[in-house]
């Protein structure tokens, strides 16, 4: 089955950290570009992120610039995502993809997303 698991949300207070892992299974990673999504109640989906197949270039949103950092392993067919500093506004469902390429901090021509994840930042 070609899907993508993620784990590591949860509840956390202000300023608080989470990382959030992305498993690929049934297909290699490495070929993809892999972005990072969320979605916080009655708004859309937006990008936030996004990493390039070999790793060597990452981009972020404004909102998480300086607090968030993505990475990849590609040996593990894995990503992730450290969220630090958190604020309740990064309160979301996030979401992994692989897609085709970045432009900017979001991928584009998305093959595959993970299930998503509950961030709930708050006291």
């Known amino acids: 089955q070609l899907q993508l698991v993620e784990s590591g949300g949860g509840l956390v207070q202000p300023g608080g950290s989470l990382r959030l892992s992305c498993v690929a299974s049934?297909?290699?990673?490495?070929?993809?570009?892999i972005g990072w999504f969320r979605q916080a109640p009655g708004k859309e989906r937006e990008g936030i992120s996004c990493?390039?197949?070999?790793?060597?270039?990452?981009n972020y949103a404004d909102s998480v610039k300086g607090r968030f950092t993505i990475s990849r392993d590609n040996a593990k067919n894995t990503a992730s995502l450290q969220m630090n500093s958190l604020k309740p506004e990064d309160t979301a469902v996030y979401y992994c993809?692989?897609?085709?390429?970045?432009?900017?901090?979001?991928?584009?021509?998305?093959?595959?997303w993970g299930q998503g994840t509950q961030v709930t930042v708050s006291s």
């Open positions: 993809a692989a897609a085709s390429w970045c432009s900017g901090y979001v991928s584009h021509d998305v093959n595959y």
């Open positions: 049934g297909f290699t990673l490495y070929y993809y570009a």
């Open positions: 990493i390039s197949p070999s790793g060597d270039s990452t």
